[in-house]
Each structure stands twice: as C-alpha cells, then as structure tokens.
Nanobody, 118 residues
Framework: QVQLVESGGGMVQAGGSLRLSCSASGRTSRIYSIRWFRQAPEKDREFVATINWSDSGYVADSLKGRFTISRDNAKMTVYLQMNNLKPEDTAVYYC????????????WGQGTQVTVSS
C-alpha cells in the first residue's frame, strides 16, 4: 500500500514563496504519477500540477510562471515550489498518487494548509 504525506505549508505574505513536499512510502514502485490539487473554502478542488517519475512535469496554465513541480526519485518525494504567492492561492493543498492498476488518483495525503495574507 502507498502512503503520501504533505508538508511545507504555512502562512506567508503576498509575494512570498513556499515549497511543499509530498513524500511517498510503502509500495512506491506502483506509483505512476503524482498530482497536486488545492481546495479553497467553498470552492471546487482545482488541479495544480502533475509529474511522473520520468518526465519534467506539467503545471496548470493559470499557475505557470509562479509554480514549479519537481521530484527527487531517490527520496520518493515530489515538490511544489510556489513563488510570488497571492491571497487567492490560499487553500489546502493535497497530493494524490496514481497507482498502477487502479485506474485513477485514489491515494491522497492529508493536505497542508497554505495561507497568503495581503
């Protein structure tokens, strides 16, 4: 079984930066890719970025230029670097894993809160 743990959230002023981490453990060989999502209060969950273990990843068009996704295969960790943060980036950020053979992103972390003050 695969487990995901997010970390790195916190409170930052507008214009600041944070780096979120998503660490995978367990049967990590079954992970095909990992995605970041976010959900703000009273809003739908939003796709942020995706990466698998062999490519450079992809960030949602609306966030390109400010957010970057990367990975450390040796540490089985995916990072989300967030720069020039805005108050509208305030949300709970989740990572999710696509486990081979399951057909979708069925494994989720507990989430980490990001709060950006103006």
């Amino acid at each position: 079984q695969v487990q995901l743990v997010e970390s790195g959230g916190g409170m930052v002023q507008a214009g600041g930066s944070l780096r979120l981490s998503c660490s995978a453990s367990g049967r990590t060989s079954r992970i095909y890719s990992i995605r970041w999502f976010r959900q703000a209060p009273e809003k739908d969950r939003e796709f942020v970025a995706t990466i698998n273990w062999s490519d450079s990843g992809y960030v949602a068009d609306s966030l390109k230029g400010r957010f970057t996704i990367s990975r450390d295969n040796a540490k089985m960790t995916v990072y989300l670097q967030m720069n020039n943060l805005k108050p509208e980036d305030t949300a709970v950020y989740y990572c999710a894993a696509f486990e081979q053979g399951t057909g979708g992103y069925n494994i989720w972390g507990q989430g980490t809160q990001v709060t950006v003050s103006s």
